[in-house]
């Protein structure tokens, strides 16, 4: 590319295809909930 400007539509989608990837990626580590705060049974917290 020789000193030619990126073109921002590409730099734009690059981008967003980085975040959305770290998105996912982050979703499907996580899906067994491993790393999620315990719940607790809804008659443990009303009285």
């Known amino acids: ?3 030619e ?3 921002p ?3 734009l989608g690059v981008t ?3 975040i959305a990837a770290g998105v ?3 979703l ?3 899906r067994h909930g491993e790393d999620a ?3 607790l049974p ?4 009303r009285p």
């Open 37 to 39: 705060a315990p719940q």
């Open 24 to 26: 996912f990626y982050s």
């Open 16 to 18: 967003a295809g980085l």
């Open 1 to 3: 590319m020789g000193g």
């Open 42 to 45: 809804h008659d443990e917290i």
């Open 5 to 7: 400007k990126f073109p």
């Open 28 to 30: 499907w580590a996580t």
């Open 9 to 11: 539509v590409l730099s």
